[in-house]
C-alpha cells in the first residue's frame, strides 16, 4: 500500500510539480490550494504526511497546522512545513509551533523524494 501525501500550497505550479514528482515515485497525493482546503482534507483523509507551504492568502499553514495539531483526531498528523523562511530562527520558530519537520524553497527536486521517504519512515519507528 503506498502512502498517502497531502501537499498544501497556493502556487498552482509548485503544487502540480510536486505531486507529479511524488506519484511518480509511487505516492498517493491529494492537493489543497489554502490552508481551510487543507485542514478539510487532512481530516477527511488522514494523509501519512502533509507538505503545508506557509505563506497562503486566507489560511497560512502556521494556522492550519496549529488547528491540526490542536485537534485530538490529527494531532498525529505528520506535517512538514514548505517555506521560503529561510532567515535565521525561522526553522526554530517552526518546529516549536508543532510542524514535524521544515523544508525551505527552492526545494530540490531531485532531493525531495528521498526527504519525504525519510519522513515516513521517522513516522513508524
Not at 517552526?94 to 513516522?123: C, H, N, Q
Request: net charge negative; hydrophobic share 40%.
Amino acid at each position: 500500500m503506498s502512502h498517502k501525501i497531502l501537499i498544501v500550497e497556493d502556487n498552482d505550479n509548485n503544487r502540480c510539480l510536486f505531486r507529479d514528482i511524488l506519484i511518480f515515485h509511487g505516492y498517493q497525493v491529494s492537493v489543497a490550494a489554502d490552508g481551510k482546503d487543507g485542514v478539510t482534507l487532512a481530516r477527511e483523509l488522514k494523509p501519512d504526511l502533509i507538505l503545508m507551504d506557509i505563506q497562503m492568502p486566507g489560511m497560512d499553514g502556521m494556522t492550519a497546522g496549529g488547528i491540526l495539531k490542536g485537534d485530538p483526531l490529527t494531532s498525529g498528523l505528520k506535517i512538514v512545513a514548505l517555506t521560503s523562511f529561510a532567515m535565521r530562527g525561522d526553522k526554530e520558530k517552526i518546529l516549536a509551533a508543532g510542524f514535524d519537520g521544515y523544508l525551505s524553497k527552492p526545494i530540490s527536486t531531485r532531493e525531495l523524494p528521498g526527504m519525504v521517504k525519510r519522513w515516513l519512515e521517522e513516522e513508524q519507528v
